[in-house]
Structure formats: C-alpha cells, structure tokens
C-alpha cells in the first residue's frame, strides 16, 4: 500500500458522523464491516478526496475492524485516493474496448498537455491523470469518469476542450450540467 507522508487533518464532523451512523443503520450491529465501500466514500469526500493512514486508522476504529482491513480494501479499489489528488481527477478507461479505441494515447497526450505522467498531479494542485479499470461503458469507448460523470467518445480535441473548461470553473463535478455528454 502506497502511504502519502503528507499530514493530513481528521476532521469526523458532527455531520460527518450523522452521515456515517446513517450508513450504519443499513446493516446488522454486529455486521459493520459491510458499511465499509460508503463509508470510505463518504470520509474521503469530506477530507479533500483523499485518505490518510491515520484517516483509514479512524474508519477502523469507528466500524471496529482491523485497520489491514481499511487498508486492503483502499489499496485494491482505484475509487479510493491514497493521497493528495487534483481538484480535477480525469479518470481514464484502459481496458479492452477503450484500449483498443485510442485510451493509452489519449493518457499520454493528456498528460504531455499537462506536463505530468499518470498517477501525478499538476504542480498547480488543478489535474491528475490516472488510468483505472473498466467503468463499464464499453460501447462509449473511449471514456474516462471526471468527478461523478463520463466523458464518451473522447478525441483530443474533446480533451483540450474538458481541460479548458476545468480552468474557467464550468464544470461542476457533481451535478448534470450543460457541459455533459449527450
């Protein structure tokens, strides 16, 4: 598991906990475990879209598990950030379909255009690159996920587009907007 060296606040709100004891009263008592997947999505939204090691100590501590058991769970799934990432995260596709339809090509010019490789993050804290596993949208090949949307049928012209429109503030990246896809 990578571990970021960078301090990070733990910051468990009242609202926060609400939101969590709420996630908690879908599962058994003595089940809390399985309250696991929304928790930690719940937690890195509310500490700048990343976890710590002492933030996935307190996941831990707070459902009663082991913390290897935080651990394995954000070091296998690509939705969890194991350190600081950009205000924009584009998320490229680069299984089969998308792979074959150009993906690695658009990683690489994606990240040549930002002056990155994939996993990093513009010096500016705006953009990291990443390529994940399949998101499940074969047919719109090739994609990637920014923020809770897809962007389909992706060109580089339509990159340099998403790009552009991230630096003016035009996309929100969780609610449907103008700019979406149609």
């Known amino acids: 598991m990578e571990?970021?060296?960078?301090?990070?606040?733990?910051?468990?709100?009242?609202?926060?906990?609400?939101r969590i004891d709420e996630l908690l009263s879908h599962y058994p008592a003595d089940k809390k475990k399985s309250a696991l997947l929304p928790v930690l999505h719940e937690v890195q939204d509310a500490?700048?879209?990343?976890?710590?090691?002492?933030?996935?100590?307190?996941?831990?501590?707070?459902?009663?598990?082991?913390?290897?058991?935080?651990?394995?769970?954000?070091?296998?799934?690509?939705?969890?950030?194991?350190?600081?990432?950009?205000?924009?995260?584009f998320e490229f596709c680069r299984t089969s379909c998308c792979a074959l339809r150009g993906a690695e090509d658009l990683i690489d010019y994606t990240c040549q255009k930002l002056g990155i490789k994939p996993?990093?993050?513009t010096p500016d804290g705006m953009f990291t690159v990443v390529g994940v596993e399949c998101l499940g949208a074969c047919g719109y090949a090739p994609m990637m996920q920014l923020g809770d949307f897809y962007k389909e049928h992706l060109t580089k012209e339509k990159v340099d587009q998403i790009i552009?429109?991230?630096?003016?503030?035009?996309?929100?990246?969780?609610?449907?907007d103008s700019y979406t896809e149609q």
């Open 3 to 18: 571990v970021s060296n960078i301090h990070q606040e733990i910051n468990i709100t009242p609202a926060l906990q609400a």
């Open 47 to 89: 500490h700048d879209n990343w976890l710590s090691a002492p933030l996935m100590d307190k996941v831990a501590e707070i459902l009663e598990i082991q913390p290897i058991e935080v651990y394995e769970v954000v070091s296998f799934y690509t939705m969890y950030n194991q350190k600081p990432i950009g205000k924009y995260m």
């Open 119 to 121: 996993g990093e993050t």
């Open 164 to 176: 552009e429109d991230c630096r003016a503030g035009k996309i929100d990246l969780h609610k449907q």
